[in-house]
């Protein structure tokens, strides 16, 4: 993990030590879970919105790595199978792959 940004704190001794900073959305993300209260809970609600990504549509991997199908399923498809359905994806490859995709 590389940390871009540390800050210095100071501890319950006065030491001080550098902290990493842990970024803005795990701070947010953080701070809304941690909060037990309501008004700040509103107030970090403005910042945190579930919405599908329009490129991948929730994959999370570019379209360049989405383009590539084996028998039909990319790699979040076939990431997203239950391992009896995987399992079963994997033993029908060979039948579906020809002598030089197999390689
Ligand atoms: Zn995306």
Not at 32 to 55: A, G, I, N, P, V
Request: aromatic share 10%; net charge negative.
């Amino acid at each position: 993990m590389v940390y871009i940004i540390s800050k210095r704190e100071i501890n319950w001794n006065g030491f001080i030590y550098e902290k990493a900073y842990e970024g803005v959305i795990p701070n947010l993300e953080r701070r809304f879970r941690e909060s037990e209260s309501d008004s700040k809970k509103d107030e970090l609600s403005q910042y945190l919105t579930e919405k599908t990504c329009s490129t991948c549509h929730g994959k999370r991997l570019n379209i360049q790595a989405l383009c590539i199908k084996i028998n039909n399923c990319d790699i979040m498809d076939v990431c997203d199978m239950s391992i009896d359905d995987s399992y079963q994806w994997f033993v029908n490859l060979p039948q579906v792959l020809d002598k030089k995709e197999s390689i």
